[in-house]
Structure formats: structure tokens, C-alpha cells
């Protein structure tokens, strides 16, 4: 797990870097990849989970791992090639075969990212499931800690590709992470192997369930502690598309196989909407449509008010920090008032940190002016200031008209702001944590792998939600409608999983 995690933190650092450097300083390229990313992932979400629950778990993790791997270390050759003979392709076909390359480097990544999301669901949340033995206690524990893994990896990893980046080259750091992707290919596929031979609950799977069955599933989790709510277990499966060829065969074999899909697609969202969980899993996806985050977004305001590079990196760590005391904060909420009450005291501390940020909308010091707004409706004018007005420092758009480094009125304004991101952080991860034991707990083995790949679909989908609101409302002097829009889908969020609560609450309470 912390060689995939340190793995992808870098790759995903590199490439939209890469990515910026190739298409001359400008964002268009990235954008692409971002749009691509999240729009393959929501389209083929649930077909990645269908595969990995109709295939042997070593075999899932093995091509998953084979296939990300490669990819990426083929995309690296690729950009090691274009960052050498930069020059000499521009020239070839008029410029069609630079376009070429930025397409096989997208298409590349896009494999991998979609490898990485199927070796995400097996690993994370089918493995370590079994691994456990189904005792809540210590997949509580495995969660924790594979989370505390990615919240380091995030910080060191980007650092680390970072400055080979920046003391060699381009090239240098493509040579970096194709090596590293070599070697984490063998290293990761000889671990597998061992953890599954060492556990052979791994090497069974439950039969597929079709034809609107009601399924319980063959597993209980057992706990030491007596004081949890029990998950409802019970499932409605119903993969039809596993016999969906039956009924169509007057059609041509390719018409077939894509209906067949379309059928997949179909009921594995219906599978997705059954579960038990269904609310907390929407909630959880809510929150991913914010600005309140360390991402380009944030940070890039951050620079408009005066704030540091330097600083920005200290809050960074400060953040994962407060990140890792998230999961600390889980494993000693679950033992002493079990999981679902977790979720609702992550929730309202969650809420209570980000009241900071909608505060400082308001403070002395906050630059918004709804007034700028008009003009984009009245005059037509674009979205975007010409690439003429645009300086570039730390992939981060500085604008002419708000030159970094010029201090605000008060400092009041982003204080709050990045007090209430930081602090956020706990009851943000310990939430996603309690949600994400719950759906490991509550989907029926036969499912687990189409309804997270589900729930990646809408992760994804809420993403690009947040990046639509940034299109539509770009300049700092708008940042403070964002921030008071995130809290409002964060909320949303949270009130779904307080009504799961309530009603597994009452379902717990009358079966007693």
C-alpha cells in the first residue's frame, strides 16, 4: 500500500506539471487531463467494480498492478521523448504530431488512473477486509493506518519528484519515476502474491448472485467492544447483465456486447442505490465539491492576499498534521461509542471548523465584491484574462490586476479561513474513515467491488462540480462565494448521513 500511494502522490504531481511545462505555461492542457480523469472514471466506475468482483482476487490486483504500472512507465518514455525533441516534433505534420504525443501522454495517464481506481477498490476495500478476519476493531485499525500511509505519501512524495524536477530536469524526473515505477511494479507484485498465499480466506470469492435474488452475506463482523450498531447487511443483488446476452442475440455481437455494458452500468448504480449505506456514501461524496482543501484553487488565493510560498508549504504540513490526528481521533471514537456515532461527531466537528471559513467571507480583510460579477453577464467578456495578463509561479495564476505579494487591509480574513481548513481537517478524516468502514462493512462481498466503483464515479462527478463553480467565478474578489457555496454541499452531506444515522439508530433499536 505505501509504495502504490507514494507511487501515484508522485505521478499525479508530476503530470499536471509536466503537462503545464509541455503546452507553454498554460493551464488548457491540464484542464483536459482533469476533464478526462474525472469523466472516464464517473462513465466506467461501475464496470471497474463488476470486473473486480467477477474475478479472482489475485488476479484483479495482479493485472491492475501490471497495467498501471506499464502505463505509466510507458507515458514517462513518451515525455522523456517530447521534452528532447521538443523542437524537431513541433515540426512534423505542421504541429499534428505534437498534438499526437499530448494525446498518447492523456490516454496513458488515463489508463493508469483507472488501473489505479480498480487496485484502490480491491486492496482497500475488499482485501483488508478479509485480512482482518471481518473483526471491526482491527480494520478499523487497517484503515487508520493505510490513511495515516496516503497523508504522509502526499506531502513527502510531490517533495521528493519535486526536487529532482527542480535540481536536474524534466527529463531527469520522467527517468525518476520510470525507475521507481520499475521497481515498485516487482516489489508490489511479490508482496501481493505472498499476502495471498499467507491468507487463504483470499482466495475465495462468493459466487456472482443474477436475477434479482435477495442475498445475505455470508460474512459477520465480529467485535470485542458490544457497544457498536450493527450495519444492516441485507442486499437486493441484481446482475442482470450477467445473463443480459440471452435475451439479445438478434442483435450483431458488437451491439450485444454494448448493451451488455449499458446493462452493467445500469445495475450497478441500482445496486449502489439499494445499499443500506446509500446516504452515507452520498454524503461522503458531497464533501468533495469545495474549495476548502490545500489544492491549486486555494493556494492560488492564497498568493492573491499577500501569503507566502514558504508559509503556504508550513500550513501544508500543519494540515497533514491535523489530517493524521483525524485518524487517531477515529480509532479511539469507534471503540468508545462505536461507528455510526463516530460519523455524527466527525460531522459536527467538521461543520463547527468550517463556521471559521464562512466567517472570514465576512472579516476584515476579505476581498469580496459581488459587483465584479455583473460585468461577465452584461459584457460578455471572457472567463479568462488573455494568456498575455498571466504570470506562472508554482503552477499558480497570478493575475495583473492582483499582482501576488500586495498586502491586504487585514490579515483577519485568511486567518480564519486557513484556521477553519486546517482544523477541518480532523473531523474531515475521520468522517471519510467512518464511511468508509461502513461501506466495508455493509456491502455484500458479491457487490463490494460495483458499488465502490459507484461511489468513485460520484466522488469523481462532485469533483467537477467544484471546478465548474471556479470557471464560473474565477477572480479572488468571487472566492468568498465559493467558500459559503462548498459549506452549503458540506452540509448537505452531513445531513444525509445524519438521516442513515437515524434510521439505522431506529432499525438497531427495534430489533432489540
Not at 492560488?300 to 492576499?305: E, I, R, S, V
Request: glycine residues 8%.
Amino acid at each position: 500500500g505505501a509504495l502504490s500511494m507514494w507511487g501515484d502522490r508522485m505521478w499525479h504531481f508530476a503530470i499536471s506539471v509536466f503537462l503545464i511545462e509541455l503546452y507553454g505555461h498554460n493551464l488548457l492542457l491540464t484542464a483536459v487531463f482533469g476533464l478526462v480523469l474525472a469523466g472516464s472514471v464517473l462513465l466506467l466506475g461501475a464496470l471497474i467494480g463488476d470486473w473486480v468482483d467477477r474475478n479472482p482476487r489475485n488476479k484483479v490486483a495482479h493485472a491492475s498492478l501490471f497495467l498501471q504500472n506499464t502505463s505509466v512507465t510507458v507515458c514517462s518514455i513518451v515525455l522523456m521523448l517530447v521534452f528532447l525533441y521538443k523542437e524537431r516534433i513541433e515540426q512534423i505534420w505542421d504541429g499534428w504530431f505534437t498534438v499526437v504525443c499530448y494525446t498518447v501522454v492523456i490516454i496513458l495517464a488515463d489508463v493508469a488512473n483507472l488501473a489505479s481506481t480498480a487496485l484502490t477498490i480491491a486492496i482497500q476495500r475488499d482485501w483488508i477486509v478479509v485480512i482482518t478476519g471481518y473483526n471491526r476493531g482491527h480494520l478499523a485499525g487497517m484503515n487508520a493506518t493505510m490513511r495515516r500511509i496516503d497523508q504522509v505519501s502526499n506531502i513527502l512524495a510531490p517533495l521528493a519528484v519535486g526536487q529532482v524536477m527542480t535540481l536536474a530536469s524534466n527529463v531527469v524526473g520522467c527517468g525518476f519515476i520510470l525507475a521507481w515505477n520499475l521497481f515498485s511494479l516487482i516489489v508490489e507484485f511479490f508482496f501481493l502474491s505472498r499476502v495471498y498465499r499467507i491468507v487463504p480466506a483470499l482466495s475465495v470469492k462468493p459466487p456472482t448472485v443474477v436475477a434479482d435474488e435477495l442475498k445475505y452475506c455470508s460474512y459477520s463482523f465480529s467485535s470485542g467492544e458490544g457497544n457498536h450498531e450493527q450495519p444492516e447487511t441485507l442486499v437486493e443483488s441484481n446482475y442482470s447483465s450477467r445473463i443480459c446476452l440471452k435475451g439479445i442475440t438478434n442483435f450483431p455481437q458488437c451491439f450485444q456486447r454494448f448493451r451488455c455494458l449499458l446493462s452493467t452500468c445500469k445495475d450497478g448504480w441500482r445496486a449502489y442505490y439499494r445499499q443500506p449505506v446509500f446516504l452515507a456514501g452520498m454524503g461522503l461524496a458531497f464533501l468533495y465539491t469545495t474549495v476548502l482543501g490545500f489544492d491549486c484553487i486555494t493556494t492560488g488565493y492564497a498568493y492573491t492576499q499577500g501569503i507566502s510560498g514558504s508559509l503556504l508549504s508550513l500550513l501544508m504540513g500543519v494540515s497533514a498534521i491535523t489530517g493524521l490526528m483525524g485518524t487517531v481521533l477515529f480509532t479511539r471514537l469507534r471503540k468508545s461509542v462505536g461507528l455510526i456515532n463516530t460519523g455524527i461527531i466527525s460531522s459536527c466537528l467538521h461543520l463547527g471548523c468550517l463556521l471559521l471559513c464562512v466567517c472570514s467571507v465576512f472579516a476584515p480583510g476579505s476581498p469580496m465584491d459581488l459587483s465584479l460579477l455583473m460585468p461577465y453577464f452584461r459584457n460578455n467578456q471572457p472567463l479568462l484574462p488573455d494568456r498575455s495578463s498571466i504570470h506562472w509561479t508554482n503552477n499558480t495564476v497570478l493575475f495583473d490586476n492582483d499582482p501576488s505579494g500586495t498586502a491586504p487591509d487585514s490579515y483577519v480574513s485568511i486567518i480564519l479561513l486557513f484556521l477553519g481548513v486546517i482544523t477541518a481537517r480532523i473531523g474531515l478524516w475521520c468522517f471519510d474513515l467512518t464511511v468508509t468502514q461502513l461501506l466495508q462493512e455493509t456491502i455484500c462481498e458479491s457487490e463490494r467491488g460495483v458499488v465502490n466503483g459507484v461511489q468513485s464515479s460520484m466522488n469523481y462527478l462532485m469533483d467537477l462540480l467544484h471546478f465548474i463553480m471556479v470557471i464560473s467565478a474565477p477572480q479572488p474578489q468571487h472566492f468568498g462565494i465559493l467558500v459559503i457555496i462548498s459549506v452549503i454541499f458540506i452540509s448537505t452531506g452531513h445531513s444525509m448521513y445524519f438521516v442513515y444515522a437515524h434510521r439505522a439508530k431506529r432499525k438497531h433499536h427495534l430489533e432489540r
